[in-house]
Nanobody, 122 residues
Framework: QVQLVESGGGLVQAGGSLRLSCATSGRTFSNYAMGWFRQAPGKEREFVAVLRWNGYNTYADSVKGRFTISRDNAKNTVYLQMNSLQPEDTAVYYC????????????????WGQGTQVTVSS
C-alpha cells in the first residue's frame, strides 16, 4: 500500500507561483510513475503532468512552460512547481502513483492523494 499526501496549495494572485509537494510512503517510490491531476468545480479531473521512473515527463498543453514536475527519490516526494498562475488554474490538485501510465490519461494510476486546493485570484 502506498499513501500520498499533498501539500502546498493555497491562494495566490494571478502571475504568482506555488510549489506543491506530494509525500509518499513505501520503499518503492522510485519505481512508480508520479502524476499530477486537477479538478476544477463542475469539471472533470484532468491530467497535468507525469514524471516516470526513468525521468521522462509529459505536460498538458495548458501548463507547458509554466509548470515543472520533479521528484526527490531520497525524500519519496514529488513536486509540482507552478509559475505564472492564472485563474483558470484554480482547482483541487491531486498526485497519483502507478505503473504503465499513459500520457494525458489517468490510466495506470493505482494510488491517489486526497488533494490540495489551489486558488488563483485575478
Amino acid at each position: 500500500q502506498v499513501q500520498l499526501v499533498e501539500s502546498g496549495g493555497g491562494l495566490v494572485q494571478a502571475g504568482g507561483s506555488l510549489r506543491l509537494s506530494c509525500a509518499t510512503s513505501g520503499r518503492t517510490f522510485s519505481n512508480y510513475a508520479m502524476g499530477w491531476f486537477r479538478q476544477a468545480p463542475g469539471k472533470e479531473r484532468e491530467f497535468v503532468a507525469v514524471l516516470r521512473w526513468n525521468g521522462y515527463n509529459t505536460y498538458a498543453d495548458s501548463v507547458k512552460g509554466r509548470f515543472t514536475i520533479s521528484r526527490d527519490n531520497a525524500k519519496n516526494t514529488v513536486y509540482l512547481q507552478m509559475n505564472s498562475l492564472q485563474p483558470e488554474d484554480t482547482a483541487v490538485y491531486y498526485c497519483a502513483a502507478g505503473y504503465g501510465v499513459r500520457d494525458n490519461s489517468a490510466t495506470g494510476y493505482i494510488y491517489w492523494g486526497q488533494g490540495t486546493q489551489v486558488t488563483v485570484s485575478s
